[in-house]
């Protein structure tokens, strides 16, 4: 039996609208964590990873 998770909508319990944050927060974030991840996005891919990517790929078509 697996527990439930509170971010996630139950049938019982609808899921909470994304609270609205103002433009110049968004932007703040959305700076920050390209930031934070830009080394991630110019790293190689790691060839398992690479080889499960391909396998979304084929069940997309």
Do not use: C, F, W
């Amino acid at each position: 039996m697996s527990k439930p998770h509170p971010e996630r909508a139950t049938p019982q319990q609808p899921a909470a609208e994304a609270p609205n944050l103002p433009a110049g927060i968004r932007r703040h974030l959305g700076q920050n964590l390209r930031a934070q991840y830009a080394d991630s996005l110019e790293a190689p891919v790691n060839a398992r990873l690479e080889a499960l990517i391909a396998q979304l790929d084929k069940t997309k078509r």
